[in-house]
């Protein structure tokens, strides 16, 4: 337990100094380390302090670094190897229909060797799915430990709570696209073999890897909006520079290539957030696109989440 901490606290560190300000992290795995953390808390001797304060973090200095850090240094972690990835693919679509497209661009990504390098044994490789004339293409991240399992997009928590907003614009998720910017879940180290805990942001290298195979699916599937789901998504469709904060750009309309973006916040924002104010941003950005693409909007949708 002492070198999963351990382990995860490295990997905090190796992502500071990547320049990674935040880590997305699922309700269950945050779950799974409050269990590790209350564990370790209980097999300490009496009166042995279960965290080592870091001074600077009280005084309001480094705040990134995790407060929980062991005392004595455990063996070294696991290094996730940083890949150095090859130029991204081209992907050629054949002559043909929508669906005769889309099957020759998903067998093209399930044998790529490098998404099936990435993935973690046993997981998936990502591909989109929905309705190929959506009007509506919903674009997140990345798998995470359902999604890798099950090789669907958006099937966790976070996805059944897209489900529900999409449900709440008066759609059903067979009506709409549903993809990520990326193939793969990226990896983080493990310990003994054990599954990957917690999500880590794509690199630029790796987002501009999976980049052409959304540009695929768009080229297919040719709906009228992309809604960004998050900083990473936005990052990867309007370039890695283009913004400092996600405040700065939700809730307005952005451009990739010829196909208008709408960028809101990702549904796990409201997981972690619970508030109704988040819930309510994020549907005037989804009320936007409503508006957008022709949808009917009734009183009641226009006033869900309101303050009441
Ligand atoms: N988060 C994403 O961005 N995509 C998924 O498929 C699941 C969670």
């Known amino acids: ?21 935040s880590v997305s992290v699922s309700p269950e795995s945050m779950e799974q380390l409050r269990t590790l953390v209350r564990a370790r808390a209980a097999a300490m001797p009496a009166g042995e302090p279960e965290r080592q304060p870091q001074s600077s973090a009280r005084k ?11 005392k004595v240094v455990a063996p070294p972690a696991p290094q996730t190897p940083v890949a150095t990835l090859p130029l991204p693919p081209t992907v050629k679509l054949p002559e043909g229909d929508k669906q005769m497209q889309w099957d020759a661009r998903q067998t093209t990504v ?10 973690s044994a046993n997981k998936k490789v990502m591909i989109g799915v929905g309705n190929l004339d959506a009007t509506i293409f919903f674009c997140g991240e990345a798998p995470g430990a359902e999604e890798e399992t099950q090789g669907e997009p958006f099937v966790g928590p976070a996805g059944q709570l897209l489900t529900k907003m999409i449900g709440a614009m008066g759609l059903k998720r067979s009506e709409v696209y549903i993809g990520n910017i990326m193939n793969w879940r990226p990896k983080m180290p ?9 999500n880590r942001p794509p690199t630029a290298e790796e987002l501009s890897y999976c980049l052409p195979y959304l540009r695929a699916q768009l080229e297919v599937v040719k709906p009228d909006v992309i809604v960004a789901l998050g900083a990473t998504a936005a990052r990867g469709l309007l370039g890695a520079d283009s913004f400092k904060t996600l405040g700065e750009i939700r809730g307005k309309w ?15 924002y409201i997981l972690q ?3 109704n104010r988040s819930k309510r941003v994020i549907w005037e950005d989804l009320l936007q696109v409503m508006i957008r693409t022709g949808l009917p909007i009734s009183d009641k949708q226009q006033g869900f989440f309101k303050a009441r």
């Open 1 to 21: 337990m002492r070198a999963t901490l351990h382990a995860l606290t490295e990997e905090l560190r190796r992502l500071k100094t990547a320049g990674v300000t």
């Open 60 to 70: 309001g200095g480094d705040r990134t670094g995790p407060s929980w850090e062991p």
């Open 110 to 119: 399930l044998r790529d060797p490098v998404c099936l390098e990435n993935i």
């Open 190 to 198: 493990t310990i003994d073999g054990r599954e990957q805990i917690g």
């Open 254 to 268: 952005h451009a990739f290539g010829d196909h208008p973006v709408m960028v809101t916040y990702h549904p796990s």
């Open 273 to 275: 957030t619970q508030s």
